[in-house]
């Protein structure tokens, strides 16, 4: 999908794409299953930065405006809060312009074992 790994720093993670045609929807704008792919790359980076094995259990994703060729979207994963079983992470994708695209939350459920690189 062109998605590209930025950065996963303890409890965050930032991952990017730009829009290509292939990444256009019937009605020639961004396809939702693009930018919710994208804001899970970011999800799943962050929920596993710490050195334990960690997957989704929950995610949710809402939209706010469409996005158009040529745009570069950027999603930034944030850990909110985090115990020894779950950790809960904020994602926000926006344009290269700044504008929200969307705003996803997600928890993860931590294994405790340790992620092998």
Do not use: W
């Not at 939702?32 to 994208?38: S, V």
């Not at 979207?73 to 809060?81: D, R």
Request: hydrophobic share 45%.
């Amino acid at each position: 999908l062109g998605i590209e790994f930025v950065e996963a720093p303890l409890g965050r993670a930032v991952t990017r794409v730009a829009i290509e045609e292939r990444h256009l929807n019937f009605n020639g704008v961004g396809h939702g299953g693009l930018t919710f792919t994208l804001a899970d790359a970011a999800f799943g980076y962050a929920c596993n930065s710490q050195g334990v094995v960690s997957g989704s259990i929950d995610a949710h994703i809402v939209y706010s405006v469409a996005v158009r060729l040529g745009d570069v979207l950027t999603a930034t994963a944030g850990e909110i809060s985090r115990s020894s079983k779950a950790s809960n992470y904020r994602i926000d994708v926006v344009r290269g312009d700044g504008k929200l695209v969307a705003a996803m939350t997600g928890t993860a459920l931590i294994s405790g074992k340790p992620v092998v690189v």
